[in-house]
């Protein structure tokens, strides 16, 4: 099998974030994978404009930008905190200026926050994904307390644990990829 993309989007722009924290663990994790190449975006260096221009007008040069590196991914993992039982306006805005760029690829989660861990904000954005044509695969790595969870170099302090939740997602991630993208390319998608 040929190495599949795998585009991690790290999902808050809140100033002080956790959520660059989160994505370079896993970024570390899915490296060591032998399946994937990585590309990291982060929606705080995108800046997409959260005012969407009207049906047949041009898109900004942010969107149009962005839009190559989602394109050429085969699988995605969005790192997202709980907002408020929810997840950040950013990761909807990003989600909602494409659609050819989600469609028929897996969408897998690390989450956290407080006592829910973020799997609330996973909860509403696996119906935002299914809507896009995207399939979000079953595990998630949710971290509870995060606060607590992360040592002084931003470790996971159960790194065996957590370390072991990556590869199954990762593994996960890699077989549903490698299947939607050889059937992208034996047909193209009917969405």
């Not at 942010?62 to 050429?72: G, I, K, S, Y």
């Not at 039982?85 to 760029?101: F, G, M, N, Q, T």
């Not at 979000?136 to 607590?148: G, N, Y």
Request: proline share 5%.
């Amino acid at each position: 099998m040929s190495v599949l993309r795998l585009a991690i989007i790290v999902g808050s722009t809140r100033d002080g974030r956790f959520c660059p924290t989160a994505a370079h663990w896993f970024a570390q994790q899915a490296r060591s994978h032998s399946d994937f190449e990585i590309d990291v975006v982060d929606l705080a260096d995108v800046q997409l404009p959260a005012v969407m221009t009207d049906f047949g007008a041009p898109e900004p040069a942010e969107v149009t930008a962005l839009a190559p590196r989602l394109a050429q991914a085969d699988a995605f993992v969005v790192v997202t905190p709980e907002y408020n039982h929810s997840y950040p306006a950013s990761l909807k805005v990003a989600i909602d200026w494409y659609r050819d760029e989600w469609q028929a690829k897996p969408v897998g989660f690390v989450s956290y926050g407080g006592m829910g861990g973020g799997l609330r904000a996973v909860e509403h954005l696996r119906t935002v994904f299914a809507e896009v044509h995207a399939m979000t695969v079953r595990d998630t790595i949710s971290f509870h307390a995060f606060w607590e969870k992360f040592d002084e170099d931003g470790q996971p302090r159960d790194g065996e644990s957590c370390s072991r939740a990556a590869k199954g997602m990762l593994d996960q991630l890699s077989w549903w990829a490698g299947a939607l993208k050889e059937a992208r390319a034996r047909e193209a998608y009917c969405g």
